[in-house]
């Protein structure tokens, strides 16, 4: 999914570049109804994606932290109730 990210920024900058006339090579490349606007709300959309993923893979990695963390105390609790009835 990087890649997509990086890929459409590529293609927004380079779009950019042909619309303000620095790049003349691009000028005579036309693709209908694929404009910069198009273009960077493509960036924008898939840039966000990329984001709630990251925040997902690391819900669920603090969620794994946090389980064995508490996997961890309750085997101190009841080695402590072990040690204390003993």
């Known amino acids: 999914m990087i890649w997509w990210v990086l890929w459409l920024a590529v293609v927004t900058v380079l779009s950019y570049l042909a619309d303000a006339g620095v790049v003349t ?3 005579e490349i036309r693709v209908p109804y694929l404009n910069g606007s198009v273009i960077s709300v493509l960036l924008l959309m898939s840039t966000l994606g990329l984001l709630f993923r990251v ?3 690391k819900k669920t990695g603090e969620k794994e932290m946090l389980n064995a963390r508490i996997s961890e105390l309750e085997q ?3 080695s402590k109730k072990a040690n204390t009835r003993a």
């Open 55 to 57: 925040q997902g893979r």
């Open 25 to 27: 090579v691009l000028q």
């Open 76 to 78: 101190q609790l009841a």
